[in-house]
């Protein structure tokens, strides 16, 4: 009973060690965190304005209806497109984080590899994300308290989803073999399972997005990439827990000297 208590503690995933290791190696590789956030940021803001542009025209009219649909567009367009980069900074970051040291360019390398799972899951994701929200956000903006209450219902898969979301990009970089329905499927079950957990490192997440966010240049050179190493450090701070990485493996990061 002592040692099934003691092994149980070991592999309890904690999450400052897990942001500790994330940042610090962000700290580590500021090249690859600086050319991938920056790649990562002008190809979005291309991809948006490009949607946006493209759904405003075809709308015509600058109704509020219009302007809302040419963002949902740009934001689509933007998620949707950014897919396969960013499946190759999850894979470069995991092969970053178990030492394989792969060469930056090896980054852009792996976009043409990678490019149809990334596109699956990105446009799975923001599917999904549009659905649960303009569901949520509409019926909380009606008038009946009866449709407000299903909107406030709508907020809890949406707010279900995005943590998950966290899980699956570092999820399809450790399980290359997996199809994104499995790894749906996975990060849900991670999310159910590690729920107090995953609210701290979602919560970690959002304040270090808002200090991205308030600086400006840190959200053009700092953001994708930092949340690409804090996200998979995440990941793998809990596979111990499943017998799927060794206790040490999974913060090695932390024995560089």
């Given at each position: 009973?002592?040692q099934a208590t003691e092994q149980t503690t070991l592999v309890r995933p904690r999450v400052f060690r897990a942001l500790g290791v994330g940042l610090r190696a962000?700290?580590?590789?500021?090249?690859?965190?600086?050319?991938?956030?920056?790649?990562?940021?002008?190809?979005?803001?291309?991809?948006?304005?490009?949607?946006?542009?493209?759904?405003?025209?075809?709308?015509?009219?600058?109704?509020?209806?219009?302007?809302?649909?040419?963002?949902?567009?740009?934001?689509?367009?933007?998620?949707?497109?950014?897919?396969?980069?960013?499946?190759?900074?999850?894979?470069?970051?995991?092969?970053?984080?178990?030492?394989?040291d792969p060469r930056w360019w090896e980054l852009l390398s792996a976009v043409p590899r990678l490019w149809r799972r990334g596109l699956d899951l990105a446009a799975?994701?923001?599917?999904?994300?549009?659905?649960?929200?303009?569901?949520?956000?509409y019926f909380l903006g009606q008038s009946s308290l009866l449709l407000r209450v299903v909107g406030v219902a709508f907020l809890y898969p949406l707010l279900f989803?995005?943590?998950?979301?966290?899980?699956?990009?570092?999820?399809?970089?450790?399980?290359?073999?997996?199809?994104?329905?499995?790894?749906?499927?996975?990060?849900?079950?991670?999310?159910?399972?590690?729920?107090?957990?995953?609210?701290?490192?979602?919560?970690?997440?959002?304040?270090?997005?808002?200090?991205?966010?308030?600086?400006?240049?840190?959200?053009?050179?700092?953001?994708?990439?930092?949340?690409?190493?804090?996200?998979?450090?995440?990941?793998?701070?809990?596979?111990?827990?499943?017998?799927?990485?060794?206790?040490?493996?999974?913060?090695?990061?932390?024995?560089?000297?």
């Amino acid at each position: 009973m002592t040692q099934a208590t003691e092994q149980t503690t070991l592999v309890r995933p904690r999450v400052f060690r897990a942001l500790g290791v994330g940042l610090r190696a962000a700290y580590d590789y500021m090249g690859t965190v600086l050319i991938a956030s920056a790649l990562w940021f002008g190809l979005a803001a291309l991809l948006g304005a490009g949607g946006s542009g493209l759904l405003g025209l075809a709308a015509g009219k600058r109704s509020p209806g219009a302007l809302l649909l040419a963002g949902l567009g740009g934001a689509a367009a933007a998620g949707i497109g950014t897919g396969p980069l960013t499946a190759a900074l999850f894979h470069h970051v995991r092969r970053l984080l178990i030492h394989d040291d792969p060469r930056w360019w090896e980054l852009l390398s792996a976009v043409p590899r990678l490019w149809r799972r990334g596109l699956d899951l990105a446009a799975l994701q923001v599917l999904v994300l549009i659905v649960l929200a303009v569901d949520a956000f509409y019926f909380l903006g009606q008038s009946s308290l009866l449709l407000r209450v299903v909107g406030v219902a709508f907020l809890y898969p949406l707010l279900f989803w995005c943590g998950a979301a966290l899980l699956q990009w570092p999820l399809a970089a450790e399980r290359p073999g997996d199809p994104v329905t499995l790894i749906v499927k996975k990060s849900l079950l991670l999310l159910l399972d590690n729920l107090g957990y995953l609210v701290a490192v979602t919560t970690a997440v959002l304040a270090l997005s808002a200090l991205c966010f308030a600086t400006r240049i840190g959200l053009t050179l700092a953001w994708a990439g930092v949340l690409a190493f804090v996200q998979t450090a995440a990941l793998r701070e809990l596979l111990p827990k499943y017998g799927l990485l060794a206790p040490e493996s999974s913060t090695n990061i932390d024995a560089r000297p």
